[in-house]
């Protein structure tokens, strides 16, 4: 499925080509440093996350940096999320951090990445200019309020797991049990996803699309948490393209506005991904 769908994505690149060479051609240069600029930033900020859940004596630089940037290589490239479980591994390999140890680190990155996108998502479908039905609203909410209290779900298997003595939900619980949360980390990871954000404002005013900061919160909360479900293509295929004409439809633009838009913001993130290849070789520790 995933080959599958890269291969309608990269049918549909081919098709559109003519129309994002002229897009490309107009392409602001400056946002597109700006952009970049905040996605370093990003991963700057998760590395000192994982620095700070890891709680071991891990350098910010060049290891913890490694460490996120290399996971988020991987976890780009490859489909359905199967990257995302790489990062045990590399914590093992750098830090010496057990498998176990570390993907307790991984269920509690995601978890402060669900309940903050959660919270945004929550913000957005409350204050949102956007004219939608009061269902969908409600059901907007309702996503945002379960993304924010699914930590608090997951404690809630881990604490009742083994009472209910239900295999599925053991082995659960067996990772349910996480450190608590500061407020250290909750701040950290509001810091990645305005990095995000700002990454993504500078890479849409680069295609000269006239979106706002607030157009762009919304696309945020409509398309990442898309890239937190198991179901990406190669490179983000599928994932991204639906997420962003999604939103964009509810701004107002058409479908074929939305595909060269979301093709053409898809070029440069995959670009801006190329590039943690020579900081992940720069942050590489000698052995």
């Known amino acids: 499925m995933p080959i599958i769908l890269a291969l309608v994505i990269g049918s549909v690149f081919i098709k559109q080509w003519p129309q994002l060479v002229k897009v490309f051609e107009e392409v602001n240069i400056w946002w597109v440093i700006g952009g970049l600029c905040s996605y370093f930033i990003n991963y700057c900020l998760r590395g000192c996350r994982i620095k700070t859940i890891s709680n071991v004596n891990l350098h910010l630089f060049p290891d913890a940096v490694h460490v996120a940037c290399l996971h988020g290589l991987i976890t780009y490239l490859l489909p359905l999320r199967t990257g995302d479980l790489s990062l ?17 680190i991984l269920l509690t990155i995601r978890m402060l990445d669900i309940s903050i996108l959660g ?23 309702s996503i945002g309020l379960g993304m924010i209290f699914a930590p608090a779900v997951l404690k809630c298997f881990s604490k009742y797991g083994q009472l209910l003595r239900i295999s599925f939900v053991t082995k659960i619980s067996k990772f349910g049990n996480l450190r608590p949360i500061g407020l250290k980390e909750i701040f950290q990871t509001f810091g990645i996803w305005f990095a995000v954000g700002c990454s993504l404002f500078c890479t849409v005013r680069a ?22 479900m198991p179901v990406q ?55």
């Open 88 to 104: 045990p591994v590399i914590l093992k390999s750098v830090a010496k951090i057990d498998i176990r140890a570390g993907s307790k």
């Open 119 to 141: 919270f945004l998502t929550l913000l957005a479908a409350i204050f949102s200019h956007v004219v939608i039905g009061f269902f969908v609203k409600i059901l907007w909410i």
């Open 207 to 228: 295609i000269g699309l006239p979106l706002n900061p607030l157009d762009i919160w919304f696309i945020v909360t409509i398309q990442l948490p898309m890239q937190l």
């Open 233 to 287: 293509g190669i490179a983000n295929s599928g994932n991204h393209e639906g997420g962003w004409i999604a939103a964009l439809l509810l701004l107002g633009y058409t479908a074929s506005e939305g595909l060269k838009i979301a093709l053409a913001s898809h070029t440069i993130l995959l670009f801006y991904v190329i590039l943690l290849s020579p900081i992940i070789w720069l942050t590489k520790k000698e052995k």
